[in-house]
């Protein structure tokens, strides 16, 4: 990782868990990034997030996504999470992997973005790649990220990294 990127913390799944989450997080960094390598019980669901505890309808993501022969596109508003995959997604032996990108986390004048990308192996049910775009409507700091699949559990082995983005 750059020179800028902090390590908060990382979690690895001992055990399938319907989710996790990083809480108590400083307010220090300018941005966080989340990286995550998830195993899940359901092929193809997918990757959620919620911040502190919002599980209001003040979400809303645009995703993009490909698997080599189609590509999809869709737009959700007013949500009670923030969706990143919708058909590409890993299983239980086909990981996804993921990159989130939580721009001015800490700000309390501005609205919160995510800009999410991942892909999932090329043998698993769902293979391809995707990018999204997700929207959270609150001015508050975020102290805490519920990250959860959208069926099933994460299973054994799955890692979720939170990392800090000092201010340059």
Avoid: H
């Amino acid at each position: 990782m750059a020179a800028t990127y902090e390590p908060i913390a990382t979690q690895t799944l001992g055990s399938a868990a319907t989710d996790v989450t990083f809480s108590s997080i400083s307010g220090t960094y300018t941005d966080l990034v989340i990286v995550m390598n998830v195993l899940t019980s359901v092929d193809g669901t997918a990757i959620q997030f919620q911040f502190n505890s919002d599980t209001g309808n003040n979400y809303s993501n645009t995703l993009l996504e490909g698997s080599g022969s189609a590509a999809t596109s869709s737009r959700q508003s007013s949500q009670p999470d923030m969706q990143f995959s919708f058909n590409v997604g890993g299983n239980s032996t086909d990981p996804q992997t993921a990159i989130a990108n939580v721009m001015n986390y800490s700000n309390t004048t501005t609205n919160k973005t995510v800009l999410a990308r991942w892909n999932s192996a090329t043998g698993g049910t769902y293979p391809g790649v995707a990018t999204a775009v997700g929207l959270w409507r609150s001015t508050s700091a975020i102290t805490a990220i519920k990250i959860f699949p959208g069926s099933g559990n994460f299973n054994t082995n799955s890692t979720f990294s939170l990392y800090g983005i000092k201010a340059a």
